[in-house]
């Protein structure tokens, strides 16, 4: 009997042992979760463009165009047009912000579901720009070339000043392929004052750099206005940048006229020389209204400064004076129109 107490206690230790092991194994099996199912591949092949770039895609798989925005979108591209080829040709959809998510406006048609391999051009909305800065808007774009075997382009754009604290900041252009993105700036006040009414304008001609093909369309996309020519052809206006333009002093200051050529007026940039004969100290530029009327601005410029710019004239071809000054006084003054 003594022998068997210690046995029976032995045998219920290791039935202990042995429940308490099985309950170890059986706890991770019951607790454990299903696994969380694997996410969709992307939609898409190639590295999503930056904001406002362009680039050229190939589906990965089957997908709508709810899945191909969506999956730009979380790449860091939010997708503004699409082009994809349709029996044979060349389709472009832009982004709507109703169903479809993309539409076809001249064929009133959506984009259909694209199989897989299917390549796409997509362009990704703009980054949002610095405080100040706001797109100008763009009155008209024509292109001219130079008389050359092997033309030079220009862009000659006229974009506006909504009011009269809008101040012409600068041009950034892009080009991918043979399109180029040409975006105009404006600088806008941040501070609440009390504008002028006076709506103005800026010509300012872009030279279009790199290689063309002859016969290919180049796209010229110009903030929100779009146009197009074919390199090489005859239909181009000649018309490349304008030779310098200078306002010469000479002769005694009394007599002394100065002038603007209107095609200098336009650009905004004025360039004075001066002969030795005409000891000038400095000059003045002055500018007037849309009606003509001078207005109270009036710049002095050094004579070391032998240029000063860009003036905003009311309008291209006009409404800037310069005067020459001197011990003696001040020049008359022709103005330009």
């Given at each position: 009997m003594a022998v068997a107490r210690p046995m029976r206690a032995w045998a219920v230790a290791i039935a202990a042992v042995a429940?308490?092991?099985?309950?170890?194994?059986?706890w991770p099996v019951e607790a454990q979760e299903a696994p969380a199912p694997l996410p969709p591949p992307a939609p898409f092949e190639g590295i999503a463009p930056k904001p406002g770039d362009l680039a050229l895609l190939r589906t990965s798989?089957?997908?709508?165009?709810?899945?191909?925005?969506?999956?730009?979108?979380?790449?860091?591209?939010a997708p503004t047009v699409i082009a994809i080829t349709i029996g044979g040709q060349w389709q472009t959809f832009v982004a709507s912000t109703a169903a479809p998510t993309f539409v076809n406006a001249p064929f009133l048609a959506a984009v259909p579901t694209l199989a897989a391999g299917t390549g796409f051009f997509v362009r990704c909305q703009p980054a949002a720009l610095p405080a100040g800065l706001a797109l100008a808007?763009?009155?008209?774009?024509?292109?001219?070339?130079?008389?050359?075997?092997?033309?030079?382009?220009?862009?000659?754009?006229?974009?506006?000043?909504p009011n009269g604290c809008a101040k012409f900041e600068r041009i950034d252009v892009k080009r991918t392929g043979d399109t180029f993105e040409i975006t105009v700036l404006n600088r806008i006040p941040q501070t609440l004052v009390a504008c002028p009414a006076i709506y103005g304008y800026v010509t300012s001609r872009v030279p279009?750099?790199?290689?063309?093909?002859?016969?290919?369309?180049?796209?010229?996309?110009?903030n929100d206005r779009t146009t197009t020519f074919i390199a090489g052809s005859a239909g181009i206006p000649v018309g490349g940048p304008p030779a310098p333009t200078n306002v010469r002093l000479s002769g005694s200051l009394p007599d002394l006229m100065t002038t603007v050529p209107a095609g200098e007026a336009e650009r905004g940039r004025v360039t004075v020389l001066w002969e030795s004969s005409a000891v000038v100290t400095g000059f003045r530029i002055y500018q007037r209204d849309c009606s003509?009327?001078?207005?109270?601005?009036?710049?002095?410029?050094g004579a070391a400064d032998r240029q000063y710019g860009p003036l905003q004239p009311c309008r291209p071809g006009g409404n800037v004076g310069v005067a020459a000054v001197s011990e003696a006084g001040e020049s008359p003054i022709t103005w330009a129109r």
């Amino acid at each position: 009997m003594a022998v068997a107490r210690p046995m029976r206690a032995w045998a219920v230790a290791i039935a202990a042992v042995a429940l308490a092991g099985a309950s170890l194994i059986a706890w991770p099996v019951e607790a454990q979760e299903a696994p969380a199912p694997l996410p969709p591949p992307a939609p898409f092949e190639g590295i999503a463009p930056k904001p406002g770039d362009l680039a050229l895609l190939r589906t990965s798989r089957t997908v709508t165009p709810a899945d191909l925005a969506s999956g730009l979108t979380s790449a860091g591209c939010a997708p503004t047009v699409i082009a994809i080829t349709i029996g044979g040709q060349w389709q472009t959809f832009v982004a709507s912000t109703a169903a479809p998510t993309f539409v076809n406006a001249p064929f009133l048609a959506a984009v259909p579901t694209l199989a897989a391999g299917t390549g796409f051009f997509v362009r990704c909305q703009p980054a949002a720009l610095p405080a100040g800065l706001a797109l100008a808007p763009i009155e008209s774009v024509e292109v001219v070339r130079s008389d050359s075997p092997e033309p030079s382009y220009w862009a000659v754009i006229t974009s506006g000043l909504p009011n009269g604290c809008a101040k012409f900041e600068r041009i950034d252009v892009k080009r991918t392929g043979d399109t180029f993105e040409i975006t105009v700036l404006n600088r806008i006040p941040q501070t609440l004052v009390a504008c002028p009414a006076i709506y103005g304008y800026v010509t300012s001609r872009v030279p279009l750099t790199g290689d063309f093909v002859l016969g290919r369309t180049i796209t010229l996309n110009v903030n929100d206005r779009t146009t197009t020519f074919i390199a090489g052809s005859a239909g181009i206006p000649v018309g490349g940048p304008p030779a310098p333009t200078n306002v010469r002093l000479s002769g005694s200051l009394p007599d002394l006229m100065t002038t603007v050529p209107a095609g200098e007026a336009e650009r905004g940039r004025v360039t004075v020389l001066w002969e030795s004969s005409a000891v000038v100290t400095g000059f003045r530029i002055y500018q007037r209204d849309c009606s003509g009327v001078l207005t109270s601005t009036r710049i002095e410029v050094g004579a070391a400064d032998r240029q000063y710019g860009p003036l905003q004239p009311c309008r291209p071809g006009g409404n800037v004076g310069v005067a020459a000054v001197s011990e003696a006084g001040e020049s008359p003054i022709t103005w330009a129109r």
